[in-house]
């Protein structure tokens, strides 16, 4: 399985219509996860002077990536035959993601970080990471695909997209560059927008903005940049969940004792 021929190129001005289109939903997922980027976690990443340290990341990041496959093999088999047109697209994904946690594996062996592949199986889950991975397996289930469309697609992987657009970089500084973190900045960045031209509650001349069916995905998609950036610090041993308004606007910012030098 080769991801490069899974993704199609990424069409920048079809992506910049569906932004302006949406961006009642596009403008706070992007404040919310630019917040992200800019908390805790990402000063621990780019501080890192040894993939080695990577360690507590990779091991949790690995139950992440072999599980969210399934999760879209879920999404897929339970399509109803109402939403078969999304067959497609679920599987593309899932196709795309089946691997991935395989290259990781393969990327701690050689550099390192465990010794056998049976380590992984031994591996803890962090509550947040818990708490990620089964808003996914409860969207599933709900089967409302907007939902799962805004809060997995659109908010989820755009964190993603932010996640390796650092870490990929940086292990190429560390002299542990690799294709798991490569793909994932092009792959993610793709599924982050173009999902949302499956969204159907809103005609192209309608004004979704004050509609309680928009607040309702809207909500949906920052419980999971919270959920994601929760996780994220949850790998590195520090118990912080942010929390974000409508606008996206972080609402309680790390004190103090959260931030690392």
């Not at 079809?14 to 800019?38: F, G, N, Q």
């Not at 890192?48 to 091991?59: C, I, M, S, T």
């Not at 805004?150 to 190429?172: L, Q, T």
């Amino acid at each position: 399985m080769t991801e490069q021929t899974v993704y199609e190129v990424v069409d920048q001005g079809k992506m910049d219509a569906l932004r302006k289109r949406h961006a009642w939903l596009v403008e706070p997922i992007y404040r919310a996860s630019d917040h992200i980027t800019r908390l805790p976690f990402f000063t621990w990443v780019r501080n890192l002077n040894d993939a080695r340290q990577f360690k507590p990341v990779a091991e949790q990041l690995y139950y992440h990536s072999a599980t969210f496959p399934k999760v879209l093999g879920l999404m897929l088999g339970m399509t109803s035959l109402r939403n078969n047109p999304m067959m497609p697209f679920y599987a593309k994904h899932a196709f795309g993601e089946a691997d991935h946690h395989m290259l990781l594996r393969d990327w701690m062996l050689q550099h390192g970080l465990i010794r056998n592949a049976s380590e992984l199986d031994n591996v803890i889950t962090s509550l947040y990471t818990n708490a990620c991975v089964n808003m996914a397996y409860q969207l599933a289930i709900e089967q409302d695909q907007e939902k799962w469309l805004v809060a997995i697609n659109s908010g989820i992987e755009r964190c993603s997209n932010d996640f390796f657009k650092v870490v990929a970089p940086k292990m190429y500084e560390l002299n542990a560059g690799h294709c798991y973190f490569d793909i994932h900045v092009e792959a993610d960045e793709h599924h982050s927008i173009m999902g949302l031209e499956y969204l159907t509650s809103f005609p192209e001349d309608s004004n979704p903005a004050d509609s309680h069916r928009a607040k309702v995905l809207l909500r949906k998609a920052l419980e999971g940049v919270s959920l994601w950036g929760g996780m994220l610090h949850s790998w590195i041993g520090v118990d912080y969940l942010p929390r974000f308004d409508d606008e996206g606007e972080l609402i309680n910012p790390p004190g103090s004792q959260f931030r690392l030098q």
